[in-house]
């Protein structure tokens, strides 16, 4: 009798879930393609709407007599908002004017943030300093420069926004696509400078298999960061902080983080990364009142 090619049970069932495997892994890559596509996608809609914005602009100051063809964002205290129907630009709060200097000037003055310069060798490098200033920029404009919290306030508190919202902040507000690679190089950079650190946000969803799930993480400001951006000595810049903060309290925001449960959608407990960085806020706060007008301000 010809021999022929036989398999176990044991055999075929290992073969059925490697193809499973197999199919699971191919599905995953698709879905990631998928999903980076829409997130490049997004982007350069932000892109359109910073080019929008700007013209728009440029048009209305003409028709009021003062044309500006050198009108820009970038560094500047303007921020254009998220509104493809209606790109413009606003104005954000005083006190940004000086803080986004701040971050040019790094450009061409690799001794305007000391602990870069002495911790990130890559920050000889005029591009590397370019990188981080417009990075800086992005996350300076969602932070509480009370507290060094970086999110958006809301009446529940202070939510964190995700890396993939900073890569649309920084088409909006430069006009140009930023690899998510490079942008998680300039991180990097702040977090050897001691400058600033972010804490995982870890969120289970309680099914039967104990999936996980995550949210935008906590990110933070150090006191060495303030101390070395200086801004808080200037009088009338703390007077403008402490301002934009009254005005925020008073339309019902809260700057203290949200709470794990609020993320979580009515789990329980409030996760121990936020309760860390409450510490860290207390400690910006003791740099801010060090340097401004003596007005009690709770962090929170």
Known sequence: MPSSEHYTPSQTLSELAQEAQEHIRAQRKKTSAAYRAARKARVEECIDIHHAAIEAEKARLEAKGKPNPNYQVGFTKRRVLRDKENPRVVDLPTEFAMILKACEEFIDNPRRFPELYTWVPEMNNRQARELVARVLACLLVNTDIISGRVG???????KPLSYHQFHEDHALRFGKYIAPKS??????????????????????????????????????????FF?????????????????TRKRQIKNGLRHAWISFRDMANGVVQRYL????????AESNLRVFEAYSPQVSLNPH
């Not at 977090?191 to 906590?218: F, L």
């Not at 990364?273 to 860290?280: G, H, P, Q, R």
């Open 183 to 224: 942008f998680n190089k300039a991180i990097s950079y702040l977090k050897r400078a001691g400058y600033y650190n972010s804490e995982s946000i870890n969120i289970p969803i309680g099914d039967v298999e104990g999936t996980v799930r995550g949210a935008p993480a906590y990110k933070q400001f150090s006191e060495v």
């Open 273 to 280: 990364n936020a309760n860390k960085f409450e510490l860290v």
């Open 227 to 243: 101390n070395d951006l200086k801004v808080v000595r200037y009088r009338n810049i703390a007077e403008s902080i402490i301002e």
């Open 152 to 158: 958006e306030p809301s009446p529940q508190g202070m």
